[in-house]
């Protein structure tokens, strides 16, 4: 079974930059697109990031130019980085296998991890 466990969510001043981290267990993460994803409260799942091996990233309008996924394949893990945050970055932030096209592989998700930006 996959299990996704991201990390790195916490408290930071709006402009600050925050890099968040997601291990995939269950199934090696090698030639299988990855994707960030986030949730306000009260608001539906958005889409904020995908790449895989053979092709280039894909990013939201809202964060392009802000946000950079990168995996480490040996970890198992994809990353989030982030920067110039904003208050409306305020979610919880989510990883799932798939690619921009396809969406979420997984109907399963983690537990995320709680992204807060207030001044």
């Known amino acids: 079974q996959v299990h996704f466990m991201e990390s790195g969510g916490t408290s930071v001043e709006p402009g600050a930059s925050l890099t968040l981290s997601c291990t995939v267990t269950?199934?090696?993460?090698?030639?299988?697109?990855l994707g960030w994803y986030r949730q306000a409260e009260g608001q539906a799942r958005e889409t904020l990031a995908a790449?895989?091996?053979?092709?280039?990233?894909s990013y939201a309008a809202s964060v392009e130019g802000r946000f950079t996924i990168f995996r480490d394949n040996a970890a198992n893990t994809v990353f989030l980085k982030m920067t110039n945050l904003t208050v409306e970055d305020t979610a919880r932030y989510y990883c799932?296998?798939?690619?921009?096209?396809?969406?979420?592989?997984?109907?399963?998700w983690g537990r995320g991890t709680h992204v807060i930006v207030s001044a």
């Open positions: 799932n296998m798939g690619s921009w096209s396809d969406g979420p592989l997984y109907a399963s």
């Open positions: 269950g199934r090696s993460v090698r030639g299988v697109a």
């Open positions: 790449e895989g091996n053979l092709w280039g990233a």
